[in-house]
């Protein structure tokens, strides 16, 4: 039938695509912002080419396919890591190693 009991949406989601039904939605809770994904290089790779990679996000951000891309996505472009994202994804990585036994 349609419905749903709960439901959880990324903040794009939220913000750009449930314009015209957000109305009908009680919104019971917000997390904290999280990064949408991260980009990560083996510690193998040198950090010539790591620099290149990172070097060429940077660049994408400012092309008119990037701009597109984080307009139309709602995400708000590339950072580098902080403190605060290393803890966050360190979490992420237990549960991965955990999984996996």
């Known amino acids: ?4 009991i709960a439901a959880a949406f990324g903040k794009p989601t939220w913000d750009r695509h449930l314009l015209n039904s957000k109305d009908k939605l009680l919104k019971i809770g917000t ?3 999280i990064p949408g994904f991260a980009i990560m290089v083996h510690p193998r790779l040198s950090e010539e080419t ?3 990679i990172r ?5 994408f951000s400012e092309t008119e396919t990037g701009k597109t891309y984080f307009k139309e996505s709602g995400l708000k472009g590339f950072r ?4 605060k994202d290393f803890k966050q994804l360190d979490e992420y990585l237990v549960e991965i190693q955990a999984s996996k036994q």
């Open 1 to 4: 039938n349609g419905l749903s």
């Open 31 to 33: 997390s904290e912002e």
């Open 50 to 52: 790591s620099l290149k």
């Open 55 to 59: 070097q060429a996000m940077f660049k």
């Open 80 to 83: 580098l890591a902080n403190e």
